[in-house]
């Protein structure tokens, strides 16, 4: 068989090896020009037979001329022969690309985001694998702030905000160490929020404390963590689970981010946490004060309440109960408490006529 033809015969698999031994920075050699179309720069080949090469390299210049003249659906059909015909290629991922980025401007969003989802699933060693995260974190973004994907007849879809927190889970999983990382778990609680989910909210933060703790966002993500277990609070007379893990996150902030602009608001949401908490106490002394009579059970809660916020008008209240129930410990009669002083008479009034 004669050498030329045994380099037709395997050509596939000389792409193939081409594209796994080859440089990551060589698919950023594939320039664009109206006047010379697609080049590859330095020497580059495209790791394709010569036949193979013309017919992929002129289906790459009939979408780019497509594309660049708005005829977005002619070049998607050239891009897709490409990335069909020849996935082995360098001219498939640049080909991907551009899919991506016409699905976006079409306002096509998951289908962008599925090109550009091929790019890193299939050519992860691709110099614009960075270029391609950001791109699926716009993407996300904008279904977050409620996008609407174009529908049936160029109508607007439906607004997709669960959907985003897919996509940025996807982004998560593609590229973890990358400074889209922080942000998809931030925006992600963000969606859960907004969609009245807490708990999923709280989970996305709490990952985000823990998995990238040195992160500029990871302050934020403190705050909101004490925040939305604030939210979870209903009062006084309920379990204090949150109110709890609320003081927690606010109490770790103000020790870990002293000069941070928010300490003001956190120390607000601290106060009020610490209220709640120790009006909680107060009211189970009480109920053990006035309805069971367990003078040592209540004289225990007064005394959390103390704890919980001491220079609260809740601990001033639980000293003088606790007075009461040491008098009953004791047997001795409590101190009468001060009265509270009578109005002054009102003045009499004249009338003239």
Known sequence: MPFPAV?????????ALTLLFLPARLAADLSWTPEGGWRFEGGIVSGLAPTENRNALALMNKARTAEDKGHYRSALSAYQKVTKRYPNSLYAPEAFYHTGYIRLARRQYLKAFRAFQEIVLRYPS?????QVIGEQYRIATALLDGARSRGWLLLPGFRNREGSIGLFEQILYNAPYSEYAPLALMNIAKAHQMLGNPEESIDALDRMINTYPKSLLTPDAYLRLAQAYTALVEGPNYDQTATKEAITYYEDFMILYPGDP????????????????????????????????????????????????????????????????????????????????????????????
Do not use: W
Request: proline share 8%; net charge positive; aromatic share 12%.
């Open 7 to 15: 380099l037709h015969r395997y050509a596939p698999l000389l792409a």
């Open 126 to 130: 691709t110099s614009k694998f960075n």
């Open 262 to 353: 928010n300490i003001a608001a956190a120390e607000k949401g601290l106060a009020q946490m610490k209220q709640v908490l120790a009006e909680s106490k107060l009211r189970v002394g009480d109920y053990y004060f006035k309805y069971r009579s367990n003078y040592k059970a209540a004289k225990v809660f007064y005394n959390e309440a103390i704890t919980d916020y001491p220079d609260s008008s809740v601990a001033k209240r639980a000293r003088v109960q606790l007075v009461k129930v040491e008098a009953k410990l004791t047997g001795t009669k409590p101190p009468e408490e001060p009265s509270e002083p009578a109005p002054p008479p009102r003045k009499k009034r004249f009338l003239f006529f």
